[in-house]
């Protein structure tokens, strides 16, 4: 049995307790423990900046203690996935963690963003001028190349997981 992080923008989410209920017995069904950030209840005298600080402290600590992350990599207000997320995955790798995230996506970032050839530069533009990356993958390369992408939901990245502890 693994104990997965459950990261993503889910804890935004208005029925956010009950869908981190919810990924937990997919984990379960997996025969795994899922960690799903909200499972700590924060002090009630804590607020602002303290509150802030307290939450940080308590998602780090559930990632010390999983074997590893899986991550909802799906856009959160707009063409990324949400920078906590991003965080934490980033965090576990460093740990030496295994990180698995899913997405939706299955077209890579150049048709995601509708960049557009810019030819006298030679590169891909979004529509702010910005250089958009051509490695024909769904997310950020930080992102792809860290982690194992699995186009789908969930009960998706957690078959593959399955899948992947098979073939190890």
Known sequence: MMRIYLAGFDVFRPDATAHGDHLKQLCASFGHEGLFPLDNAAPSHLSGAALAQWICRANLQLIDNCDLVMANANHF???????GTVFEMGYAHAKGKPVWAYTDQDRDLLAQTG???HAQESRHVDS???????FGLPLNLML?????????????CLKAIADGAAAD
């Open 77 to 83: 207000r707009g063409h990324e996935p949400d920078s």
């Open 115 to 117: 960049a557009r050839w």
């Open 128 to 134: 702010q001028g910005y250089t958009v990356e051509d």
């Open 144 to 156: 792809a190349c860290t982690a194992r992408i699995v186009t789908g939901d969930a009960a998706a």
